[in-house]
């Protein structure tokens, strides 16, 4: 064997290829119970490497952790046995070598925590089972040096020799696990949907898949298209339509899929062109009303919302060891907007928004109600954390926001002579003192930020709800654990978003000054909302939404779906106005809820943003094997790339 | 609750969006032991009602299964309760309703198999989730006039009501978990590899993915193409290249997936553009030759064959409650070639072909030798079962082979006489006798095909091997299951397959008339073979391919992987001789292979076909949840379908 690997360090030859022993253990599974086991071990070799003339050390990865080779050379060591082992130091780093030694426990001071920590192995021979270049692009075991992301994506497979990222992947494939343990416990069946689907009429967001000329022609055949040229199928956003139409069926009654989803959209930080989703759908769900009285959740989806609990539940216990409540907090959307403006608050820390509306003067008030907001403040006090009020007086505020500084000159009335208020008033508006000090009991040293926001709340976040982030982010980066806690996870679903928006800009390019669907079309109104509904209301029409909303991330998204035919068509006709091309392309939908569709309803949890938390990275592509740039591209595989006309043309389709 | 489903008959109304009590059991989950329960039910009407004066069933369907609801109108009933319940016999076939009852034992006598089969359910109350259509396209539950397929396929969600198709899906998803709970135990991760990966040079049955002109814009600057015009991912015929740049990154060193894979190719009875594989990948797989002299299994690989055997054999046992071998059979290619003709044999039947060279007179033997051929023959025996005899002589004779009955004066003869050993001899050539019959000891009313094949043999099938399958097709047919056995699952691994070849008349308009691998590239040759490899000799040389067979279906195939790589690269340019612009799209692997990969392999089983022979079909769109047809149209979703010229624009793209 060991001639063998001499003759390849100097020669690289095929010979490699023959039959070697198989390992008998991963590096990272020895401990002091193997002390004295002969071993065979695979793996590659690490750079630190401790060289000297009697007593030299390797250490070897494997994808379970690092054992320390120990190679003894010194004048009790058979000379021939030496020198063949002496070949181990010409071997470059991150090779594979296959090694036979003998485990030896560590000297007590020399243990060192974590796997094979205790032991090391005394090396008997090795094989060279192939020699990797001399010039590598970078040493992925050079953990002072991370090399700069570009190259690392490069040469991803180097990159994936990092302990941290093979770490992650370890993690993701056991959560994956796991999440599929409590599904199927719960009767849900797993079920693949089509990824080649149906272009819709805008494309909005969607990736096209040509199809080639022969396939066209017999697709042409069998749909009686009457327009010439080449066909497409579209990769979908979501499983969405294919769930609902098998609930539709009833032959699948819990559906879930952990579903690869496509959105062509470039420039959003940490987007991945494809990414992943845990998908479930489940029929006969509840409407709403019939549990408990005192239950804040009182949309329907109970079903959908016990069983993501006890999914959630789990993994944290088996990932974290963290033990979650037994039923997760229930804000309505109303609420986390005037307490904390956003729909998806952080509520690992209090700072809360305070309503002035009610110690605002006669006046000023009905000017703000008369064109449809209210007024707000955001309180930090001189008693807080002094390096927390200092935070606060360093960070930039908002531009919808103005700073106040409290001293006792301006104590009873800051909030008259604000800008905002006095912008309310005629030029020639005296002064009628408020309150708004009494209600804040505020003092000479405290910061205060005041703005105004629609009422009732629209869209996704308010001046005040981005102030508080940016100060809770700012005293975060500045380690005040005690006012801005991070360490506990917080789970938080946000419910009743209202159905309709005009709010949502993402949408408006193809709503153009329509009603759009907070989320889509196919999310049930509250049925307490179903008159004002049909009565044309629809600003005050509440979804069967839910969103599962962690540490102030969306971690999730779902609802009760419309099961009644005739309100999805009076939804797509008279509240989002499709046209008749538009609303085509729901037939079959349509269709399927006349055939006896059972009410129904789901959720789809972003698994990668998932995964990015428990492995506490920033960013998702830290938890995907081969991940792609935020513009798209991967740099791996060269994709995109360009394709020949000659090929093109098989899909009746040339560059423009 | 009954008030309001009656006014639901008459008008069509949203208000049965409102709450409602959530079901207790699943119809199919009902037996004795619920004898006395009160249960609420959801589920569908069935339209086999019996309606009497005193005595009315209702079967109500859901995803488990379908219970009898039992309604009593007789005198002893109270007027207004009869009159509510009443309305039931007015709700439409398939519509959904809530009811509750009280579970009652069945008489004895009008006890059926099967679930819920003990019991009925007496009514007590109904609500009308959802009616149902009065005219719908096709009663799925109408097993004796089942809608034709286009029907069906244009209404899934519909024909997904019909039981076996949901039983399929049930089973699908017991056969995914337990494929993923074997896998987990034996430490393979799970990883996702992207969907949208990169087209090669050649785009061959590729489905490619325009993107969006700003993603290429970046796309190019990032990656310096010097080509203007639109950019195109891939989608992936099999995950092969990441899974092995997986295993060279040594950060997964047992990978899985269940991969959806792409292939643009129509015209093939029962493929589907996406369907689903088992992948799997392993580190540190051997290299043949050092596990046991007396196994069959002579190349390297072991890990996956073992793994592989564990995984189906937990399967079976799990849904087909049988118990397979600890091992599977295994055969090399030559073997399955001169014995059963085919590269798939179906090892259920004996029926083997019998080569016949060494009963040829010498200058026959030589002219064949010299053509590098070989004669060989199958008979049927008067001695077996004269139906089976009577199949042979109703059987059609492939165009390659001859057909010869034995009769009393051709049996000494018949071989010499043959049309394919007269075109042997020159026109004098004498009858030198020979002794076939001897070998074969044929009878008079005996059958016999004789056929020439290559020899060595190449490609996937002989004449005689296509001969013997269309016999037992036809005896199969006409129901001999003892000549013909088909109820034992017969396993079996194919080995030591040719690396390369001249003879897939799939691959040529790719080779163009250069050897191309009888697989894939990147699989290893045998190390015993590596000498003939370098020295040239490529049709010596076999692969450390496997292919796993069932009942003559091939259902996976899998290989030890070139992880050298100079023997990449000399596979590459000497042997396949790809072109530069060829050879560059594997530049990547090229480079993994160099940073010290990992010997490894791994293999892809059809989950499709696999779940297809599970369930019993002869069909995998049975066991799909939306398929497509053959020609790759989808007629629930309508897709693929025309995409107006201004959004093709936005992806620089136009018909042609």
Redesign the interface.
């Known amino acids: 064997m060991l001639a063998l690997a001499r003759r390849l360090l100097h020669a690289?030859s095929?010979?490699?290829?023959?039959?070697?022993?198989?390992?008998s253990h991963h590096c990272g599974a020895l401990d002091a119970r193997h002390d004295g086991a002969r071993v065979v071990l695979?793996?590659?070799l690490l750079p630190h490497r401790k060289v000297s003339k009697a007593l030299s050390f390797f250490p070897l990865?494997?994808?379970?952790g690092t054992t320390q080779l120990v190679v003894q050379l010194g004048a009790d060591v058979d000379p021939k046995a030496a020198h063949e082992l002496a070949a181990l130091f010409d071997v470059?780093v991150?090779?594979?070598v296959l090694v036979e030694g003998e485990v030896r426990l560590r000297p007590q001071n020399q243990r060192r925590p974590g796997p094979a920590g205790d032991i090391e192995v005394q090396l008997k021979s090795f094989t060279l089972?192939?020699?990797?270049?001399r010039n590598?692009p970078f040493l992925p075991s050079d953990t002072q040096n991370t090399a700069n992301e570009d190259l690392r994506t490069q040469?991803?497979?180097?990159?994936?020799?990092?302990s941290q990222?093979?770490a992650n992947?370890?993690k993701?494939?056991k959560v994956?696990?796991i999440v599929?343990g409590v599904l199927?416990e719960h009767d849900f069946?797993?079920?693949?949907?089509?990824?080649?689907?149906?272009?819709t009429?805008?494309?909005a967001r969607e990736?096209?898949?040509?199809?080639?000329t022969?396939?066209?022609a017999?697709?042409r055949l069998?749909?009686d298209?009457d327009?010439p040229?080449?066909?497409?199928?579209?990769?979908p956003q979501s499983p969405q339509?294919?769930k609902q139409?098998?609930m539709?069926?009833?032959?699948?009654?819990r559906y879930y899929q952990?579903a690869?989803c496509?959105r062509?959209e470039?420039?959003r930080k940490d987007r991945q062109?494809?990414f992943?989703q845990i998908d479930l759908e489940m029929?006969?769900v509840?409407?709403?009303?019939?549990v408990d009285g005192e239950d804040p959740w009182r949309i329907?989806g109970h079903?959908v919302r016990d069983v993501v609990e006890v999914l959630i539940r789990r993994v944290w216990s088996a990932v974290e060891n963290v033990a979650l409540p037994d039923r997760f907090r229930v804000m309505t959307y109303n609420e986390a907007m005037r307490r904390f403006g956003s729909d998806k608050p952080d509520t690992r820390f209090a700072l809360e928004i305070v309503d002035l509306g009610s110690v605002l003067p006669p006046y000023e008030l009905t000017a703000l109600r008369n064109s449809g907001e209210t007024i707000e403040c955001l309180a930090v006090r001189r008693s807080q954390d002094p390096e927390f009020v200092d935070a606060a007086l360093a960070c930039p505020t908002e531009s919808d926001a103005e700073r106040i500084e409290i001293t006792s000159s301006n104590a009873s009335s800051w909030l008259l002579n604000s800008h905002l208020l006095r912008a309310l008033r005629p030029e020639d508006g005296s002064d009628r003192g408020a309150s708004a000090v009494d209600l804040l009991s505020l003092q000479p040293g405290d910061i205060v930020w005041v703005a105004k926001r629609r009422d009732p709340p629209q869209g996704g976040s308010t001046a005040l709800g981005r102030q508080r982030l940016r100060l809770a982010d700012l005293a975060e980066s500045r380690g005040m654990s005690r006012e801005i806690p991070t360490s506990d996870p917080h789970f938080l679903w946000v419910t009743e978003f209202p159905l309709f928006t005009h709010a949502d800009h993402d949408k408006d390019f193809l709503a153009k000054g329509r009603w759009s669907s907070s989320h889509h079309p196919f999310t049930?109104p509250a049925?307490q909302d179903?008159e004002a509904?049909?009565a044309g209301r629809f600003s005050e029409v509440r979804g069967q939404h839910y969103d599962l909303v962690l540490n102030g991330m969306e971690i999730g998204g779902g609802s009760v779906r419309v099961?009644?035919a005739?309100?999805q068509d009076f939804i797509f006709s008279q509240v989002l106005q499709l046209n008749d091309r538009e609303k085509s392309s729901f037939n079959?939908l349509l269709?399927?809820?006349?055939?006896?569709?059972?009410?129904h309803g789901g959720i789809a949890l972003g698994f990668d943003r998932l995964m990015s938390i428990l492995c506490k990275t920033t960013s998702i592509r830290d938890v995907?094997?081969?991940p792609?740039?935020s513009?798209?591209?991967?740099?791996?595989?060269?994709?995109?790339?360009?394709?020949?006309a000659g090929?093109?043309?098989?899909?009746?389709?040339?560059?423009?």
């Open positions: 690289r095929y010979a490699h290829s023959a039959p070697y022993p198989r390992p695979a793996g590659w990865r494997d994808s379970h470059p991150e090779s594979t089972l192939n020699p990797a270049d590598l040469y991803r497979y180097l990159d994936l020799r990092r990222l093979s992947l370890r993701r494939s994956a696990h599929r199927n069946l797993e079920v693949e949907t089509p990824i080649l689907l149906k272009s009429p805008e494309g990736f096209l898949v040509p199809t080639r022969s396939a066209s017999s697709a069998a749909s298209h327009k040229g080449p066909l497409f199928y579209a990769l339509q294919p139409l098998l539709c069926s009833g032959g699948v009654d952990l690869r496509f062509d470039d420039g062109p494809e992943t029929a006969f509840s409407w709403g009303g019939a329907g079903e049930a049925w179903i509904l049909y099961h009644d005739a309100m079959h269709h399927a809820l006349k055939c006896g569709a059972p009410p995907i094997a081969f792609k740039t513009a798209g591209t991967d740099s791996l595989f060269k994709s995109p790339s360009p394709v020949d090929v093109l043309e098989q899909y009746g389709i040339q560059a423009k």
